[in-house]
């Protein structure tokens, strides 16, 4: 052991060999119980989510059984939301997901922003509804035949990718297995 001076000028001597729970040691331990704890609590969030969408995937549909709407193929989307799907794609470095649609009959295409049916794009892998419009961005006004709009969902976990596939939900019907550029 070696000594230093106190304050009063008389020599202590320093102990070696233990740790000081102050400044750097308790940082570490905190930081590493917040990160501990983090995993634990997304672990937890996670099979919790997970064990939700079971029921959708049991049911033969990606699309959980609350956003379900009637299945319908790509050609037939028109006659029920009055809209064709021009293109999903994964944009903003993937933390976007922009939906293009061209407008087939834009009386039924006014049922897009039904608070009943809103939009949603849900990935087929994970079951996840992804349905929050970009700053809650929806068209206001009259659609016109012929004109492609958009929609731009946020993307969270950037859970759809490229190559994906996923259920488009618009108006009144579901279009699935629509790929992801």
Excluded: C
């Excluded at 308790?26 to 029921?55: E, M, P």
């Amino acid at each position: 052991m070696s000594d230093s001076p106190d304050r009063g000028g008389t020599t202590v001597p320093r102990r070696r060999g233990r740790w000081r729970w102050g400044g750097r040691h308790a940082r570490l331990a905190g930081g590493l119980t917040g990160v501990v704890l983090a995993i634990a609590l997304t672990g937890i969030a996670l099979s919790t989510w997970r064990a939700s969408t079971d029921d959708a995937e049991t049911a033969g549909s990606p699309v959980p059984a609350a956003w379900a709407r009637p299945v319908v193929d790509a050609d037939a989307l028109g006659q029920h939301s009055g809209v064709r799907i021009t293109r999903v794609a994964v944009t903003g470095g993937g933390g976007l997901v922009d939906l293009r649609f061209t407008v087939v009959d834009p009386e039924l295409a006014n049922s897009l922003h039904d608070e009943d049916t809103p939009p949603a794009v849900v990935d087929e892998q994970t079951g996840l509804v992804v349905h929050e419009l970009l700053m809650n961005h929806s068209h206001t006004g009259a659609y016109k035949t012929g004109v492609t709009y958009y929609l731009v969902f946020e993307n969270p976990g950037n859970w759809i990718h490229r190559g994906g596939r996923v259920s488009v939900l618009l108006g009144k019907a579901q279009v699935e297995h629509v790929a992801v550029r």
